[in-house]
């Protein structure tokens, strides 16, 4: 059974949440992730166009695990 996409919003209420129960405000992980507070702004905000490098930073300085697996039964070996 497929789990439903990950919106933009769920992102942002993920790492909001996550950061409120770490004790952070958006400027102290803004300078932990090395990105702008505005970014963290609209990350939370759920903004659809961020960046997913500066996500990726911010996901990793609160401790989160980002997974992606292919469709079921999709063969993913080696690459021509």
Not at 20 to 29: C, T
Not at 41 to 61: D, W
């Amino acid at each position: 059974m497929n789990r439903p996409a990950l919106t933009p919003s769920d992102l942002g209420t993920l790492v909001r949440r996550v950061r409120k129960a770490q004790g952070l405000r958006q400027d102290e992980l803004a300078g932990v992730a090395s990105v702008g507070l505005r970014f963290i702004v609209e990350l939370e905000a759920g903004k659809p166009t961020i960046q997913i490098g500066k996500a990726l930073k911010v996901l990793e300085a609160l401790g989160c695990i980002l997974s992606v697996s292919p469709p079921a039964g999709l063969d993913t070996g080696s690459e021509p």
